[in-house]
């Protein structure tokens, strides 16, 4: 039996399943949990009962996450001359001599309660990209649950927009379907199966020969994505079993978005840029394209969990039997920065969405479940798979928190013996110096952010550009509050079985 | 433009992971004290942490000078030491110097709290009235007026302290026949036969610096003084400090006797008592006179 035709292929929690499957899997959602939990309260227990052993490890992991920061810095600024070099490329001119006018893109835009400003600006940048839009299918896929505003943005963009794409349709999901969890996933589920007996069987077309770009309903393409993703679709060895990943830039309402905003926005790019340049860590996230046909094959996106734009992969990758992978394609789609009305406000939608994107952890207890029950994937893609996904949740949630609240607790917690050695005394200075050097990496971090900067608004005042370099002193605050503690926030509640619903970030837009 | 092609990954991976190894065995050698001396054999040093209660003091170890506290930087680690016994100094124009003969053990770090009193202490005499000729007026049954001076509160208190035999720093006193105990939180201080012997009777692990060299530590320690010691309290808002009352004066001397204890004079004169106000400064009297210490 194929992986895809199990009955726990699709799995959301452990509650959908039963006997010994119920009880693995249910120890699958706890570990990732259990092992962050483990990692912080034994560096606290070791630092009161054994404190010299806990300052040899907290030196041994400041080094580490020094090098680490390197290493990553390294992949980082690769990226960008990448990105770089991407963005001036005349991709018109590489497909010249490809034959590429039998493929057609279907964008999926999701919305639900977003302003029509704010669809009309991502439809527009479609209507804008330089692509055939005869070989583009747009669908606007609505929230039945939102009533009337559903049909006033799919009424409104449809009349702006009717003639301007080969097809354009407007789907509506319906509300509260059974076995659904209302989120992005069920409605593009909803919206491309839709499109499929609307449009894709209708006119005949073959689903290897489309690809499907599930957006964000803020995701506004740069003019040459589509050539540039279809390039890399002609290109891949077999595009049907990659997925394509783009970069997330938040720079819509960048000019606009506070410090902490731009930062948290700025580190959420860095990270998916440093990826980018390792994808054997890479799933896909937030804006992605795969072919009709990879999707169709299992059924599309899952409807009964949260970060279906990861899952997506893992499904792939389990029903290939571990040969599924992304392509980076390090070319950005513009995004939304968190913005609210009042600070606190964006404070509190940055933990949530940052939240929201931890929960992505769901996936470890599902393809690690995966990987016990499927014994077509070779073991070594399972070890070593599971060891850099494990490692990429567990840095999320520990590695901020030991480097900036735990370097200081041999010396509060180690006793008045401990705290007569030498190593008591060196131990704060290593863990300052060693962040102070660190910190140095931040210039990288504040040139390559400033060179993606959409251009100054006119309303804006030059001054306005220092606060872009000067914000990333923040860093040490936001990765601690807006990554870590939501990372073990949402590790926490997996581990406790108390499951997230879909949180939509609300779109803000301040012109002023 | 291709992605870091993975033999360059696996060529940093691989260069990061040697100098993870190499940098965490140097990192945690050097911060457990162990140093490359200069025949390029290895040492196990230890060091000093000094403090000094003001900026401006000059800390200075072996003769070698080390730093000048500031406003900020009020301590001195001093690492790399080689164990062996030396000499620590901490001087400030103005005022009396403190030296100390203390051991360094490798890896472990041999604390210091100097203390500075001034050259010449400032007694600032503290009156009965707040301003001379100042009255307030009072009225008897028969109706005669008298004028009185007007009496500082202030000067009430510091006489009522002379008017017990305990300051009011938080420390107890309990005085027999034989002898005089004062005790501040887990310190105990008794005077016997002209001597004073301070104990610890909290817990060991709480238990002050000067008490331990190394891990090696005592039960008392003697503070032998050259005449009768009148009356002894702790200094204010230490615990490593007396003030004593001798036949010559009153001075401060320090309860570590891990080498010479310092002693540093607060006033010279015979027949004076002191006390240590609630507010941590030291009354001094003379004859009939009250007054305040500036150390």
Redesign the interface.
Known sequence: MRYQDTSYFKVGRASDLSGNDRVLYRLLEIMPGLLSWVTILGTILLSIFAPVAA??FI??FD??WL??T??LS??LR??W??IK??LSEDWAEKLSGMKYDHLTHMIILPFYKESIEIVDQSVESLRASQYDKRKMILVLAGEGAVGKHNEEVANYILKKYGNDFGTIIHTTHPAHLEGEMPGKGSNIAYAAEQARLRILDPQHLDYHTVIVSAFDVDTVAYTQYFLCLTWYFLTAKDPMKVSFQPVPFYNNNIWNAPAISRVAAGSSTFWQMMQ????EKLATFSSHSVSFQALYEIGYWQKNMVSEDSRIFWNLFLAHNGDYAVV?I?YPVSMDANLAPTLRQTAVNIYKQHRRWAWGVENLPYFLFGFIKNKSIPLWTKIRTSIVQIEGFWSLATNPIMIFLLGWLPVVLG???FN????????PM?TRNIMIVAMLGLVLSAAIFISFLPDHPKNKKIFANFPMVLQWVLIPFTITIFGAIPGLDAQTRLMFGKYMGFWVTPKHRNDK | MQPLSRKKRIFYFSLFSVIFVIATLFLVSYATGYRLSNTLGVSHTGGFYVTSVSSGSNISVAGKFITKTNLFQRSALVQNLKPATYDISVTKDGYQSWNKKLLVFPERVTEAHPFAIKQNPVLTQVFPYFVEGDYASSTDLVGTTTKHGIISSDYTDVKNLFATTTSSNGSTLLVTATSTTKTLRKLVVVESKDSLKVSWIGNADEEPYYFCQNDTCKDSVDIVTKSRVKNFDFFPGRDDLLVVSLDSGIFAIEIDNRSEQNIQTIAEDKNLEFRVGSNGLIYIKKGQNLYSVSI
Do not use: D, M
């Not at chain 1, 980018?276 to 994808?279: G, H, T, V």
């Open positions: 300052a040899y030196i041994a080094v580490f090098l680490k390197i290493y390294i992949h690769h990226n001359k990448r070099y991407n980018q340049e390792r994808p980076p390090s006793g008045s013996r007569k050695t030498i190593l008591s005394y060196n131990l290593f």
